[in-house]
């Protein structure tokens, strides 16, 4: 436990050393920032034009359902590009450099330099993640609006473990080369199918397949959890992937250990 705390608190150390880390959640920050105060000026003008009709009998819009929900599904978009920024470096940067031999070399296990290296970025996707819960959480305060709170606080649980769960993924892909332009590329690409993985179920007749495919889409899970629907699926989805990315880093470390 103390290898694995001395390779996170390094991590972090060398994200916050270098100015990659503060570029990445600076614009995440600007883009959540963006996206939400628009679709609140979209939700403002809707507003506006279904009060200039008061003969026609229409329901009052949900904010948590045009705005929160549409902000939470953005912001995974988002990820989908910031998140391999933050794992290029975490392993292939290590083999350029060549201190990825010190440290397979070292008594340290690889399980343990993984799951060090995957802290340190769950750690800085926490605090980017943090950083744009003020969003939402000013609607609730200052709007005038009524604001669900509760499906605020899971949709933001639902988007740190879509976080947790791409952080993973594109760190599995980054110990599969050396070059972090190629695992910026290709953590992209990934976690891109990754995200529309549901899309083919929506020409599909119900059935497993779809059901399926459903399941493993993130958006999915994000869509219920935003609207208030916790279960231990959704939770036992995200360990799922955490832990195949995790397992996937192992064995392609592990290769490159006894290379």
């Excluded at 943090?130 to 009524?146: A, Q």
Aim: proline share 4%; net charge neutral.
């Amino acid at each position: 436990m103390k290898s694995v705390k001395a390779i996170a608190g390094r991590e972090i150390l060398s994200f916050f050393v270098s100015p990659v880390a503060y570029f990445v959640i600076a614009g995440f920050v600007l883009l959540a920032g963006y996206f939400f105060f628009n679709l609140v000026l979209l939700f403002q003008h809707m507003l506006v034009r279904i009060q200039s009709m008061p003969f026609v009998q229409q329901e009052a819009p949900s904010v948590n359902r045009w705005v929160i929900e549409s902000f939470y599904q953005t912001m995974v978009v988002v990820l989908v590009f910031l998140v391999p920024m933050l794992t290029m470096r975490t392993i292939a940067e290590e083999k350029r450099r060549g201190t990825f031999e010190l440290l397979v070399t070292s008594p340290l296990s690889v399980g343990d330099i993984v799951i060090g290296k995957y802290l340190g970025i769950a750690f800085v996707l926490l605090v980017m993640n943090t950083l744009i819960l003020g969003f939402p959480l000013l609607l609730v305060t200052l709007s005038g609006v009524d604001v669900e709170l509760p499906p605020i606080l899971s949709g933001y649980a639902g988007l740190v473990g879509i976080s947790l769960a791409f952080a993973s993924l594109s760190m599995a892909v980054s110990c599969f080369t050396e070059n972090q332009i190629v695992a910026a590329i290709s953590g992209m690409v990934t976690l891109l199918l990754f995200y529309v993985i549901h899309s083919p179920a929506q020409a599909m007749d119900p059935g497993v397949v779809s059901s399926v495919l459903n399941y493993l889409s993130p958006i999915m899970q994000l869509r219920d959890l935003v609207r208030g629907v916790v279960s231990l699926q959704s939770i036992a989805y995200f360990l799922s992937v955490i832990s195949m990315g995790i397992f996937l880093s192992q064995r392609a470390l592990e290769a490159y250990r006894w290379r």
